[in-house]
């Protein structure tokens, strides 16, 4: 089956310094990849949808200044909290979808994110 | 507005069986997927619909029904490693996933 892969997998970091997350699909080209962010005992929140060679299409609400992210590969696509602060610590996941529109996503296993 | 509603928690036995239902609201479908969840974990793939009926895979099977909006997953002969939570997700009209909140599901002794 398809496997996606991030790392790292838990990251701690100092409030104001940044941290960049990779997603990388490990067996299929990812035309399209999707970064979430869930909070404790909540759902899942799309952030951003990113295809691959062009600019993130970011959810509103979601900082684009804040949380960069780059797809310059079918295969690799990065997140990078710049400026972190506590309140941004969480677990961010990211999916990937090959190039059929219908098709399911498959998940990361995660990165924990903790601010200090 | 978009809407996907999920019971929050359920509770059941092990060895029995639970019917987790999902209704959504969406602008346009092209789909509906389970996800499970367990904590700490990102989410993995346990089905998808897009036509009505019911779709049989092992001790799980997702049933849709799209002109009322409504789709359930079916987990029988329970296991205690079935604790987690269960993502029912609607693709829309924009090929956007749009997920509802998740429903625990504690399987007790």
């Known amino acids: 089956g398809a496997v996606v892969s991030q790392h790292p997998s838990w990251v701690i970091c100092k409030s104001g310094t940044s941290v960049k997350i990779e997603c990388r699909s490990l067996?299929?080209?990812?035309?399209?990849m999707f970064w979430y962010r869930q909070f404790p005992k909540q759902s899942l929140m799309l952030m951003a949808t990113?295809?691959?060679?062009?600019?993130?299409?970011?959810e509103q609400g979601v900082e684009k200044d804040k949380f960069l992210i780059n797809h310059a590969s079918l295969t690799l696509s990065t997140l990078t909290v710049t400026s972190a602060h506590p309140e941004d610590s969480s677990f961010y996941i990211c999916?990937?979808?090959?190039?059929?529109?219908?098709?399911?996503?498959?998940f990361g296993p995660g990165t924990r994110l903790t601010v200090t | 507005g978009q809407n996907i509603d999920q019971p929050t928690e359920m509770t059941a036995t092990e060895g029995a069986i639970v019917q987790i239902n999902c209704t959504y609201q969406?602008?346009?479908?092209?789909?509906l997927f389970w996800y499970q969840q367990h904590a700490g974990e990102a989410p993995t793939f346990l089905s998808y619909?897009?036509l009505d009926g019911l779709e049989e895979k092992g001790r799980f099977s997702s049933f849709l029904s799209r002109s009322k909006g409504y789709s359930y997953l079916l987990l029988k002969e329970l296991q205690m490693k079935d604790s987690a939570s269960y993502l029912c997700?609607?693709?829309?009209?924009?090929?956007?996933?749009?997920w509802g909140a998740g429903t625990k599901l504690i399987i007790k002794p």
């Open positions: 990113s295809n691959e060679g062009s600019k993130a299409t970011y």
């Open positions: 067996d299929f080209q990812a035309t399209t």
């Open positions: 997700a609607v693709l829309d009209s924009n090929y956007q996933l749009i």
């Open positions: 969406t602008s346009g479908f092209n789909g």
């Open positions: 999916s990937a979808r090959d190039g059929r529109e219908g098709s399911e996503q498959y």
């Open positions: 619909n897009v």
